[in-house]
């Protein structure tokens, strides 16, 4: 079993920043790559980022340039730095991985961006 917890989410104004936190707990031996995903409302789940366990990252178009993934192993932890937010960012954020044959994902933490 793998444990994923999200924090970091909030309100934030046009053009500003946030940072995700995503904590995996459990046999986290198994984890390979992790993801953030995040959905609006009325819209499909979508992949956001997504970082290997040797560092490799990829990025949706949408938020190249302004979004860094990035993890830490000694803690367990994978992070979203997200930067020159917009509106269309608003959305649940989602973490997930895929170990011991199934996928895990987080409670998700909500980004609202005002203009």
């Known amino acids: 079993q793998v444990q994923l917890v999200e924090s970091g989410g909030g309100l934030v104004q046009a053009g500003g920043s946030l940072r995700l936190s995503c904590a995996a707990s459990?046999?986290?031996?198994?984890?390979?790559?992790m993801d953030w995903y995040r959905q609006a409302p009325g819209k499909q789940r979508e992949l956001v980022a997504r970082?290997?366990?040797?560092?490799?990252?990829n990025y949706a178009d949408s938020v190249k340039d302004r979004f860094t993934i990035s993890r830490d192993n000694a803690k367990n932890t994978v992070y979203l730095q997200m930067n020159g937010l917009g509106p269309e960012d608003t959305a649940a954020y989602y973490c997930?991985?895929?170990?011991?044959?199934?996928?895990?994902w987080g409670q998700g933490t909500q980004v609202t961006v005002s203009s």
């Open positions: 997930h991985t895929f170990a011991l044959a199934r996928h895990y």
């Open positions: 459990g046999t986290i031996f198994s984890i390979n790559v």
């Open positions: 970082i290997t366990s040797g560092g490799s990252t």
